[in-house]
């Protein structure tokens, strides 16, 4: 099963002159992408544009060679979408949802009702899935929009925020379920929690004001921050001023003060010392690089 | 003085959410041009303001200022209502009114901020209308004189007060939980009927000496205007009654008699007679302050009526609608039926029951105005159907699969046909036996008002449009009148739908996929 995914040169600019995607140039392969930066970033326009849901203003993005702008469906068929906002029909239930939403994506009948059971099941809805959505929280019809988007068994996934209004434990799970589908599909998921990605990511995009800051895997961007990473004890009455001066990756409170951990391209003290970045601390070193530049 | 700036922030955003939208300029710009459509020349074939069928004033400042405000004070407080409706829901639907609430904004302040912010978009109306009733004014040429405070003086002194009524009506309708969508939209035609008749018929000069003499007026400001024109009139048609005033187009049986009417000079207690209405409507709009926690916190109810909350259950639809779910295309058409049917309020059904008693026992005249009712009753269905995704948030989920835009204007096309032809079902089979081609005409009427809502609501992106015109032809159609007047007149509903039906098949299909695109 083919699975290429290529952004080129793209670029997208809204009716009132925000450019929100300022020539992004990507290629993507099996594996999950996590694509990271800032709110703002243009993380969700360039995601609407891979789910033909824009156009490009200019450039273009081929899946598996073929202009999803000149045929969107190429690229439907095989797509699975979670946006970041969506509704649902309150006056259906799951699992009626979930065949009206599988119909429109043209699964057949016999294959859908198979499919809807297995995603209900997957995301934990298997009980709940009688039960209107009407009823359902904030976290569950997440769940219903998760399941929604593996109906087709898609070989792209493109997933924005997935875990907001997760529980700790869904999140978890949901981590467990992207990592168990990348295989031979692409998975794009888009957050600006650096932990999701860090569980489950095989390569790493970073977005910032519409431009692409990285990409690479995770580890090479790690290594970059390698070296500029400290550890840094002070009493709580300092750190007001330190976080008005450093970039503060983390903070933890002990009984002999606080235990700042500090991005930054030199010690920022004789006190501070050096340690192993992790990605959020590399992530932060980028953008700190970024806004410098 | 703080209370002063935050009435001023909510105008100001309130005014600058309005004018920042397409819709907004694209009104506007309509307004000009049937503004300069109700000045036709003198060999035009018809007037929109006159007396009988054939008189009317030589176009003077005082007789454009005049067309206008009669205009604006029927037409404007009708369309008008439907287009600054909805800012409060607004509100309430995008939680912007918790952000509010917490702050020590007063309820008055804030609904009249509202008020005053209809009230500025109707001046803009009518500030447009007034230049190009002036630039008529001109080019028509009948009188060359442009005076800008006779031009002026009616549009503010019999316009404003009607259309002050009307803010008033839009944020009333905006607060109570069931008048918020469909429901107040449908039901603000006939308060308007009835303001326009009753009001007029109480202060028709024509009527009674009281009416002639007293400085009260009606809220369109009719009566006043007849008062002051009625000695005139009778110089070139002495026969004509006071009651013959003629708003809207009217054909012109050969050239049109003028009169010459240069100024209009309505004395104190008349502008303050009219004052009433303003000073009535923003006491309302007080009155209605305290009810503003309780209405904003009942969003819920109001979500009912938008088809955004779960309705009732109906669990007998789904045995009946299984069949259906064999297929792609039916499990769309089941889904959307459910959809459709968990959402109607138990009075729609109960309603839906008597008409279909009305259509099953009922003599010919009461099967007409039955099946007017059955598809009035649905107005929201045909009108809201193909803007779902819009109001719900769907779009995303459903316009990312392959042939999703095909399939789903191919289902919305089915349940709004079924559902025209189902609720006049009984009328149908009835007329059938004994009058097939009665029975066609109901039948293609019916596919017109589904393919109609449909492609008017692609079209306006917006229900109200239809919403108002279908109201305003079953109106008609009560009084055996217009398209909908199908089992008094079937040949000519036919006739109409011949030419009506391709139109919309054409909007509904070429503008579908540009609406589905742009979510």
């Known amino acids: 099963m083919a699975c290429e995914l290529t952004v080129e040169l793209v670029h997208y600019r809204y009716p009132g002159g925000h450019e929100a995607v300022a020539g992004i140039d990507l290629r993507m392969g099996p594996g999950i992408l996590g694509l990271l930066g800032p709110n703002g970033a243009g993380k969700s326009t360039l995601m609407r544009i891979l789910a033909t849901l824009a156009k490009p203003t200019s450039g273009r993005v081929l899946w598996n060679g073929a202009d999803i702008a000149r045929s969107p469906d190429a690229l439907r068929v095989e797509l699975g979408y979670l946006p970041q906002d969506f509704g649902v029909y309150q006056a259906l239930s799951a699992r009626e949802f979930l065949a009206y939403l599988a119909a429109v994506k043209g699964l057949p009948s016999a294959r859908a009702k198979t499919r809807i059971d297995d995603c209900l099941g997957l995301v934990g809805l298997a009980d709940a899935g009688d039960r209107r959505l009407g009823d359902f929280s904030g976290g569950m019809r997440q769940r219903v929009g998760i399941a929604q988007a593996l109906l087709n068994d898609p070989t792209l996934l493109i997933v924005d925020e997935p875990t907001v209004g997760l529980d700790p434990e869904e999140r978890l799970r949901f981590r467990h379920l992207l990592t168990d589908l990348a295989g031979q599909r692409l998975v794009i998921l888009s957050t600006h929690i650096v932990s999701d990605v860090e569980a489950s990511a095989t390569a790493l995009a970073v977005m910032d004001k519409g431009k692409l800051l990285f990409d690479g895997a995770p580890e090479q961007l790690v290594g970059q921050a390698q070296g500029h990473v400290w550890e840094w004890m002070m009493p709580e009455s300092h750190v007001a001023d330190a976080r008005a001066k450093f970039t503060i990756s983390s903070s933890l409170r002990r009984p002999d003060g606080v235990r700042l951990r500090v991005v930054a391209a030199s010690a920022p003290s004789d006190e501070a010392q050096a340690c192993t970045p992790d990605l959020e601390d590399a992530y932060l070193w980028l953008l700190a690089r970024a806004v410098a530049a | 003085m703080n209370a002063l700036r935050r009435f001023r922030a909510i105008l100001i955003a309130d005014l600058r959410e309005r004018s920042r939208s397409t819709r907004f300029w694209v009104v506007l710009a309509l307004v000009g041009i049937v503004t300069w459509w109700c000045f036709p020349p003198s060999d035009a074939h018809y007037i929109t303001v006159g007396f009988g069928d054939n008189v009317r004033g030589i176009y003077s400042s005082a007789w454009v200022g005049m067309v206008l405000a009669l205009m604006y004070s029927t037409m404007l407080s009708l369309i008008g209502f439907y287009l600054v409706r909805g800012t409060l829901v607004r509100d309430f639907d995008t939680r912007v009114w918790q952000l509010l609430v917490t702050t020590p904004m007063t309820r008055s302040g804030y609904l009249l901020a509202k008020w005053v912010s209809h009230m500025a978009v109707f001046a803009l109306i009518m500030l447009v209308g007034v230049v190009v009733g002036g630039i008529a004014q001109v080019a028509r040429a009948e009188d060359r004189a442009l005076d800008f405070v006779e031009l002026v003086k009616p549009v503010v002194v019999i316009s404003l007060p009607a259309l002050a009524v009307t803010a008033f009506f839009a944020v009333l309708f905006d607060l109570a939980p069931w008048l918020r969508r469909t429901g107040g939209n449908v039901l603000y035609f006939f308060v308007w009927i009835f303001l326009l008749a009753g009001t007029g018929v109480m202060f028709d000069p024509g009527k009674s000496e009281w009416a002639r003499d007293t400085w009260l007026s009606d809220t369109a ?299």
């Not at chain 2, 009433?276 to 503003?292: E, H, K, M, N």
Request: glycine share 8%; net charge positive.
């Open chain 2, 221 to 519: 400001g009719m009566s006043l205007a007849m008062r002051d024109l009625h000695a005139v009139v009778a110089t070139v048609a002495p026969t004509l009654k006071l009651s013959d005033i003629a708003i809207g187009v009217s054909d012109v049986a050969g050239i049109p008699v003028l009169f010459a009417w240069t100024h209009w000079n309505p004395d104190v207690a008349e502008v303050l007679g009219r004052l009433i209405w303003v000073a009535l409507s923003v006491l309302g709009v007080f009155a209605l302050a305290p009810t503003l926690d309780r209405a904003a916190a009942r969003v819920h109810d109001a979500q009912a009526k938008a088809g955004a909350s779960p309705g009732r259950r109906l669990r007998w639809l789904d045995p009946l609608l299984r069949p259906l779910e064999s297929t792609q295309i039916g499990t769309l058409l089941a889904a959307e039926f459910k959809l459709v049917l968990r959402q109607r309020s138990a009075w729609w059904w109960l309603a839906l029951i008597g008409l279909g008693i009305a259509q099953i026992v009922g003599n010919r005249q009461a099967i007409g105005i039955a099946a007017i009712g059955a598809w009035l009753i649905s107005v929201d269905v045909f009108a809201r159907a193909i803007l779902r995704e819009r109001e719900t948030g769907t779009g995303p989920l459903v316009f990312v699969a392959a042939g999703a835009v095909r399939r789903l204007l191919i289902a919305r096309i089915g349940v709004a046909l079924l559902l025209a032809i189902g609720v006049v079902a009984p009328a149908l089979l009835r007329i059938s036996v004994g009058d097939p081609s009665t029975a066609l005409a109901i039948l293609a009427t019916a596919t017109g008002i589904a393919l109609s809502g449909l492609a008017i609501g692609v079209l306006c992106r917006n229900p109200r449009p239809f919403e108002l015109l279908l109201v305003a032809l079953a109106y008609a159609g009560v009084q055996n009148g217009g398209p909908l007047a199908v089992v008094a007149r079937p040949a000519d509903a036919l006739q109409l739908r011949a030419l009506v039906l391709p139109v919309m098949a054409v909007v509904l299909i070429a503008l579908w996929p540009r609406l589905a695109r742009s979510r």
